[in-house]
């Protein structure tokens, strides 16, 4: 552990942080499912219970980048946590109970919002421009795994011991990495890097203090520490940010939270009879994560191109390839189709994050948490939309087409991420930018 360089601990921490968040989000999806199927709960009301979540998300996410600027991303992070921790340690899972579950997925919702912003913030300071890819690859890619292992073993804890088992896990899990990173986690010295602030990272990249400068009269005042909000609000690199993660997220939220009940309604397969197969697609978005941070720090580093052209090229080929896949996943009506189609979209998409998710960091280091509360934003929104949506297409497709079973039923689900992915691509084509922008 003497040589074992503390940023690298920060990062690995910060990976098994996004596992755990994902691994609550899928073991919902997965727990209220069942449940509200044993119910009866038609498929529109379930959309809306699932997109709960997204409400609260959506609300805390500037002020998530705000609270990391001002009080730091380390100490938000464990808020964070031991807020979501906490509802779900304590709440009980019944599907009639509309009130408490909208309560507390907007409690979920609104706490793991500021995680993001506050990881963006840390990772901003700790790691040095030539790591931040397959840093930031690596930490994002802990979404996916989380995501596969509750695919993989979250349906049999709900079979053999209830949805609410599922609770009781989250609950221990981010209970026990919040006591990691309160024992693990500090802030970067910068005697551990001397060249941090010419670099842009580093000490330099604290929360923002209040400055004293010289009046007139030869005393001292305080000069408030600003937020260029206005800048980079209307700057056009931002909004190509903004625009990719609405595009991938309501890909991802509409796959995670609806291809159980593709899976089941729509093919006809159990969840619990798939066995390992259902992970395959969240296990490909974390393999070709790490890909991307790896292909792009390469082509960075060994200058064979440069910081704009790495994302525009990393960004385009992930969501071209992405759009082909979802728009064909309808077609194949196996498990072995289903699957290959949903990993190869999943897969690129997190290839793609190359490109737009670390592109925060490129442009404004020092706003990084910030910029990732906007774009996220946006993201949540995405989520809100998509997975509502979804239901209320389906709700509207099975009174077409009798049931759920049919390709055309899902086809309309599948195509707009599709298209979204062909539009996004072009939009970070012409607008984005790897320099820095804001000082």
């Not at 599922?166 to 990691?180: C, I, Y």
């Not at 995670?256 to 697609?281: A, D, I, R």
């Not at 390839?321 to 196996?334: D, E, G, N």
């Amino acid at each position: 552990m003497m040589n074992f360089p503390k940023r690298y601990l920060i990062v690995i921490l910060t990976f098994i942080s996004t596992c755990v968040c994902y691994i609550e989000r899928v073991g919902f999806s997965i727990a209220y499912t069942a449940a509200a199927d044993a119910a009866g709960v038609n498929q529109s009301s379930k959309g809306t219970i699932l997109s709960t979540f997204y409400y609260g998300y959506a609300c805390s996410q500037v002020p998530g980048g705000w609270a990391a600027q001002k009080i730091g991303g380390r100490k938000v992070l464990l808020f964070s946590f031991v807020l979501w921790s906490s509802t779900c340690f304590w709440l009980k899972l019944d599907p009639n109970n509309v009130f408490i579950l909208v309560v507390a997925r907007l409690l979920v919702g609104v706490s793991q919002g500021f995680i993001f912003p506050s990881i963006h913030t840390v990772l901003a300071q700790w790691v040095p421009p030539h790591e931040r890819s397959r840093s930031v690859s690596l930490t994002t890619s802990g979404m996916y795994l989380g995501a596969a292992m509750g695919m993989l073993f979250l349906p049999s804890l709900v079979k053999y011991n209830g949805p609410n088992s599922v609770f009781n896990a989250e609950a221990a899990l981010g209970g026990m990495w919040s006591l990691l990173w309160f024992k693990y986690a500090t802030d970067p010295p910068r005697s551990e890097h001397p060249k941090a602030s010419a670099a842009g990272f580093g000490e330099s990249l604290l929360p923002m203090r209040d400055q004293k400068v010289k009046v007139d009269n030869g005393g001292s005042a305080m000069k408030a520490a600003k937020i260029p909000w206005k800048r980079i609000v209307v700057n056009l690199p931002v909004w190509a940010i903004v625009v990719n993660n609405f595009t991938f997220h309501y890909a991802l939220y509409v796959l995670m939270n609806w291809l159980p009940t593709y899976f089941e309604l729509g093919l006809q397969l159990s969840l619990q009879e798939m066995g390992s197969s259902k992970m395959m697609p969240y296990l490909n978005m974390f393999i070709f994560s790490n890909i991307g941070g790896v292909v792009a720090d390469h082509l960075i580093t060994k200058r064979i191109l440069s910081v704009t052209r790495t994302r525009k090229f990393l960004n385009t080929v992930g969501f071209m390839v992405a759009s082909i896949a979802l728009m064909a996943l309808p077609i194949f009506r196996s498990s072995n189709g289903a699957i290959f189609c949903s990993s190869v979209a999943l897969g690129f998409l997190a290839l793609g994050r190359a490109g737009f998710a670390v592109n925060h960091m490129d442009i404004a280091p020092r706003y990084a948490g910030i910029v990732m509360g906007i774009s996220n934003t946006a993201g949540t929104l995405a989520g809100i939309v998509g997975v509502d949506m979804t239901g209320k297409l389906l709700e509207a497709a099975k009174t077409t087409y009798s049931d759920l079973s049919s390709p055309e039923s899902w086809r309309a689900v599948f195509f707009i991420p599709g298209l979204l992915c062909i539009l996004s691509s072009f939009v970070f084509l012409l607008f984005s930018s790897g320099e820095r922008i804001f000082d």
